[in-house]
């Protein structure tokens, strides 16, 4: 094996690795949601090749709005799914979709898309 081969192939290795690790083992910011005057904990939620943030923290027992701002036609996003409340909403491109929840019982509660490759998460404290 030449030179050039083995630094190409340590440099892809090398850039796998890196991938793997952002994806699967770096640790995801989480946002804190703090209420309105009005009491409710409201959130915006871009969904673009993902949702960002995809973690949010919340308190328990509050009501809890989330809006969703969907910018892109993917197939995969046109519903969010949050199945601890059998919950859907789809979400149409390039408006603002609400999804309103209370939850009273802390706890970590997912959503994904309609094909579950796009995730969030709530933490309810």
Do not use: H
Request: hydrophobic residues 40%; charged residues 20%; neutral net charge.
């Amino acid at each position: 094996m030449a030179l050039d081969q083995i630094f190409v192939t340590v440099g892809g290795l090398g850039l796998s690795g890196l991938v793997a690790w952002y994806f699967w083992f770096s640790e995801k910011k989480a946002v804190k949601v703090e209420s309105s005057d009005s009491g409710i904990q409201e959130a915006v939620i871009k969904v673009k090749g993902g949702y960002t943030p995809d973690v949010l923290i919340f308190v328990a027992g509050k009501p809890i709005r989330l809006n969703f701002i969907r910018e892109e036609t993917a197939g995969c996003t046109e519903q969010v799914i949050f199945s601890d409340f059998n919950k859907t909403a789809t979400l149409t491109p390039f408006k603002t979709i609400p999804v309103e929840l209370k939850i009273d019982k802390p706890g970590e509660y997912g959503f994904q898309c309609g094909m579950g490759m796009i995730k969030g998460k709530l933490i309810v404290q």
